[in-house]
């Protein structure tokens, strides 16, 4: 699924003044005096994405998952969708510009490298939070990664969503078009913002304009959306963990070969995975161990982009790669998250958030009614933060006296800005990107549906809290559409530790952008 156009390099095919080049994933169609190098697919039953290539209809964030590139004999334009779910890059360095969406295509030398940039990149991943080494002897806790086990005490928000202002890349002149960007070249490079999507979910999250969720809609959609991809793609896998999203997204197609992964080390049950997987015939279920001692070697062989942002990708990246060979598209739960909102920050920012709204409740009462909620929620999924393990609890549950001041200073931080810092996070996360990229394969989600994604998000405040603390909606639909319960009793917070993959990953991903591949 690799394309790379360039006005500098010379390759066997020209279209203007453009040399371009495909492989046989990309789609290309003439029309008008123009060519269109393409991937993906609309979610319309009545409109193709070649109907509105030909037609010259194609508009920015369209819903759908695709990217359309358009040449005329000078000029050149970018199209993608709603969600920008698949990563671009470009170069412009003084006459010469070239775009693909896989960065290793580009002409590269040593030369291109931004020794700086590169160094305050690692080094900046080596000491996020979530990357640090746990101190321990335990085989199984060794690999485990740390972050959100409640241990100290931080409030601010995760901010889990898109970059959308992010552009830079270790190589000079070499940029990726934000999310939610249009780019135009003719003489010169145009990028312009097309959507201010944390906006547009602010305004769905806290306008005035509340409804009650209609679960027949979100499951029409999804239908309609599962079977546009039936149309579109014959060899289908889903990837399936015990989690909420995926298991719901993989009921639409029980058909489908199932791929999943357990750490080895365990590092988390999987009775929950098994109990849904059992469901199932075990030649379309494929089952494999991840071995985190191996992570190194993984990270060498399977990865090929030095601009990733999500390094917890590699397994399913290893899964795809080593084992979905004959696989058109794999199914992949990402959205859900923020769409559904049910993630611990989600649930406690909310609810620190709205107990500071409340002017007229002195600090006391507020830590009381904070108390109370703690309690009422503690054994809801989204409060819940790894399976099988001892923190089964609302993210930082302050049930002491002993911390009213801590408690104190920090409703103050969280709740100054809450509602901006929440739309913040409800903005989807890039993780097909980087999956796309390191895959070579067409990644989808049910949840990237411009239909429902803001209809969510205008939930009435009942509805919204069972949907944040609970996934009530998602339960709902499995039981009244597909009758199973869903059982699985929280979020999976058992991420492994990545801290000793990080140089190695940008060292093998640096080299690999070194090399040519055209």
């Known amino acids: 699924m690799n394309f790379f156009i360039s006005n500098h390099k010379k390759l066997s095919n020209k279209f203007g003044k453009w040399f ?93 490298i931004d020794h700086k940039k590169m160094h305050q990149r690692i080094s900046k991943s080596l000491d996020h ?57 003719e003489n010169k490079v145009i990028v312009e913002r ?66 999943t992964y357990s750490f080895d080390p365990p590092a988390t049950t999987t009775k929950y995975k098994e109990d849904y997987l059992c469901k199932f015939n075990a030649d379309i279920v494929e089952w494999k161990h991840f071995k985190v001692s191996n992570q190194v070697a993984i990270a060498e062989q399977y990865t090929n982009d030095p601009e990733t942002d999500y390094f917890d990708t590699l397994p399913t990246a290893w899964q795809v790669n080593k084992y979905c060979k004959d696989t058109d598209v794999v199914l992949y739960g990402q959205l859900g998250d923020s769409i559904f909102l049910h993630q611990p920050w989600y649930l406690y920012t909310h609810l620190m958030g709205t107990l500071y709204d409340n002017k007229n409740t002195s600090m006391k009462e507020k830590f009381t009614l904070y108390q109370e909620q703690v309690k009422k929620y503690a054994d809801c999924y989204s409060a819940r933060e790894t399976l099988g393990g001892p923190e089964f609890h609302l993210y930082y549950n302050y049930f002491s006296m ?39 394969k067409q990644m989808v989600s049910l949840y990237a549906d411009k239909r429902f994604f803001h209809a969510i998000h205008k939930a009435d405040t009942v509805d919204m809290l069972s949907n944040i603390s609970d996934a009530k909606l998602q339960k709902d639909i499995l039981k009244n559409k597909f009758h199973y319960d869903f059982i699985t009793p929280g979020k999976d917070g058992a991420w492994f530790n990545m801290h000793e993959m990080i140089k190695p990953w940008y060292k093998n991903t640096i080299g690999h952008c070194m090399k040519d591949h055209l």
């Open 129 to 185: 939070n979530y990357l640090k080494v746990s101190q321990t002897e335990n085989p199984v806790e060794k690999y485990k990664n740390r972050r959100g086990t409640g241990q100290g005490h931080n409030f601010s928000v995760g901010l889990s969503g898109q970059n959308e202002t992010r552009s830079d890349t270790i190589f000079n002149h070499v940029k990726i078009l934000p999310p939610y960007h249009s780019l135009e070249f």
């Open 402 to 440: 002993e911390d009213f001041k801590t408690f104190e200073k920090n409703i103050e931080l969280v709740g100054r800005d809450w509602k901006n810092n929440f739309s913040q996070a409800c903005v989807p996360s890039t993780y097909t990107r980087d999956l796309i990229h390191s895959c070579d």
């Open 194 to 259: 097309t959507i201010d999507l944390k906006e547009q979910i602010h305004e769905s999250l806290f306008g005035t304009h509340k409804d009650k969720i209609d679960q027949d809609y979100i499951y029409n959609c999804m239908l309609e959306h599962s079977e546009i991809v039936k149309r579109n793609y014959k060899n289908i896998a889903s990837s399936v963990s015990e989690g909420i999203d995926s298991v719901l997204q993989d009921s639409f197609f029980p058909e489908v070969k199932k791929i």
């Open 20 to 112: 371009y080049y495909t492989d046989d994933l990309c789609k290309v169609i003439r029309h008008n005096g123009k060519i269109s190098i393409y991937q993906g697919y609309l979610i319309d039953k009545e409109k193709t994405l070649e109907d509105l290539i030909v037609s010259e209809r194609l508009e920015h964030n369209l819903n759908g998952n695709f990217f359309v590139v358009t040449l005329s004999e000078n000029r050149l334009q970018v199209f993608v969708d709603y969600f920008a779910q698949h990563k671009l890059l470009y170069r412009h360095d003084g006459d010469r510009f070239e775009i693909t969406n896989k960065i290793f295509l580009f002409p590269l030398s040593a030369g291109d």
